[in-house]
């Protein structure tokens, strides 16, 4: 397994892990309310979901390419040089930070406090229906601002370019569906307790590839040695 292989698994494990705790939360009670308004009006809200979920997705994997589209430049894919490097150590100590914030580990608490033009106008949408409005729904419910997202992105800056960095993104997306489609079509939530333990698990893989690009960023400057275990590039 590579490094690049290592990280988009990383992404969907985060992905996954991060919808059964934080996102049930977040954005459980907006799918909630799109299959609610769907059922008032006597809709099949199947369709919609998947084509709310798929416009949440394409949102990602473009920024996604672009991240990944920057870091390409930087040079963070492939041998690091020593500039890179740099960038590395800095990336990951960010997502590091990043990562410790999601989970409330830092003073300056959560992201998810911003954005509230973005939740004005996804209420509006959500009163407003039909295709056209669960297209712009889901679009806008991926620029919501959140702390899993934003260290998901960072850490596709170091995919390589912006078709992988668009990969992984995606599979970040998809490995958030299943919770949220469930909830979605109406079934029951998980345990608030068993939501909290999943919030921190993915906060932790969150964290853990921040050490993962900051040790590559030193191994670039020749601080420490790079380590690999079997196949697997740890850094």
């Given at each position: 397994?590579?490094?690049?292989?290592?990280?988009?698994?990383?992404?969907?494990?985060?992905?996954?892990?991060?919808?059964?705790?934080?996102?049930?939360?977040?954005?459980?009670?907006?799918?909630?309310?799109?299959?609610?308004?769907?059922k008032k009006r006597g809709q099949n809200p199947l369709p919609f979901h998947?084509?709310?979920?798929?416009?949440?997705?394409?949102?990602?994997?473009?920024?996604?390419?672009?991240?990944?589209?920057?870091?390409?430049?930087?040079?963070?894919?492939?041998?690091?040089?020593?500039?890179?490097?740099?960038?590395?150590?800095?990336?990951?100590?960010?997502?590091?930070?990043?990562?410790?914030?999601?989970?409330?580990?830092?003073?300056?608490?959560?992201?998810e406090s911003n954005g509230r033009w973005i939740s004005q106008a996804m209420?509006?949408?959500?009163?407003?229906?039909?295709?056209?409005?669960?297209?712009?729904?889901?679009?806008?419910?991926?620029?919501?601002?959140?702390?899993?997202?934003?260290?998901?992105?960072?850490?596709?800056?170091?995919?390589?370019?912006?078709?992988?960095?668009?990969?992984?993104?995606?599979?970040?997306?998809?490995?958030?569906?299943?919770?949220?489609?469930?909830?979605?079509?109406?079934?029951?939530?998980?345990?608030?307790?068993?939501?909290?333990?999943?919030?921190?698990?993915?906060?932790?893989?969150?964290?853990?590839?921040?050490?993962?690009?900051?040790?590559?960023?030193?191994?670039?400057?020749?601080?420490?040695?790079?380590?690999?275990?079997?196949?697997?590039?740890?850094?």
């Amino acid at each position: 397994m590579n490094a690049n292989t290592s990280l988009l698994t990383t992404l969907l494990v985060t992905g996954f892990l991060g919808s059964l705790g934080h996102c049930l939360g977040m954005c459980g009670p907006l799918v909630m309310m799109v299959g609610l308004q769907l059922k008032k009006r006597g809709q099949n809200p199947l369709p919609f979901h998947l084509i709310y979920h798929t416009s949440r997705l394409v949102v990602y994997a473009v920024l996604g390419a672009l991240v990944g589209a920057i870091g390409s430049l930087l040079g963070l894919s492939g041998q690091l040089t020593s500039a890179a490097g740099v960038v590395s150590l800095v990336l990951g100590t960010a997502v590091l930070l990043l990562g410790a914030g999601y989970l409330g580990w830092l003073p300056w608490g959560k992201l998810e406090s911003n954005g509230r033009w973005i939740s004005q106008a996804m209420s509006r949408l959500l009163k407003r229906g039909g295709v056209g409005g669960v297209i712009l729904l889901g679009a806008l419910n991926g620029l919501l601002p959140c702390g899993l997202v934003y260290s998901a992105l960072l850490v596709t800056a170091a995919a390589g370019g912006p078709l992988p960095g668009a990969l992984g993104m995606f599979l970040f997306g998809v490995g958030t569906i299943p919770a949220l489609f469930v909830v979605g079509m109406g079934a029951g939530a998980l345990s608030v307790r068993l939501r909290q333990t999943m919030t921190r698990v993915a906060g932790i893989a969150i964290m853990i590839v921040g050490v993962q690009l900051a040790l590559r960023g030193l191994a670039a400057l020749h601080v420490i040695s790079h380590q690999h275990l079997g196949g697997i590039v740890l850094w």
